[in-house]
């Protein structure tokens, strides 16, 4: 069992960045691919980034692509979103998951969900 807590969610103005973090608990978090999605209200979860159990490899969605950055620390049984250039369509709940398919873009391929984070962009 793997259990997930994001953070770093907040307000933030047009153009500026925010990074949010994902915690795992156990010993487990470096079996696991890792994902981020997000879900505005009334719209469905989206995928945003997915980084390898090594970390040695990244996907991005082309919305985010060259803003966003994930990366993970397993030692630290951590992920991490960096986003920059932040804009309105980058508000929503972003949520941390986890997988043990290798290269997964669809939620329904993830096992284990944080809570999520919000992330609100102002102009």
């Known amino acids: 069992q793997v259990q997930l807590v994001e953070s770093g969610g907040g307000w933030v103005q047009a153009g500026g960045s925010l990074r949010l973090s994902c915690a795992a608990s156990g010993r487990t978090f470096s079996s696991y691919s890792m994902g981020w999605f997000r879900q505005a209200p009334g719209k469905e979860r989206e995928f945003v980034a997915l980084?390898?159990?090594?970390?040695?490899?990244?996907y991005y969605a082309d919305s985010v692509k060259g803003r966003f950055t994930i990366s993970r620390d397993n030692a630290k049984n951590t992920v991490y979103l960096q986003m920059n250039s932040l804009n309105l369509d980058d508000t929503a709940n972003y949520y941390c998951?986890?997988?043990?398919?290798?290269?997964?873009?669809?939620?329904?391929?993830?096992?284990?969900w944080g809570q999520g984070t919000q992330v609100t962009v102002s102009s």
């Open positions: 998951a986890a997988t043990t398919n290798v290269a997964a873009t669809k939620p329904t391929l993830y096992d284990y």
């Open positions: 980084i390898s159990r090594s970390g040695m490899s990244t």
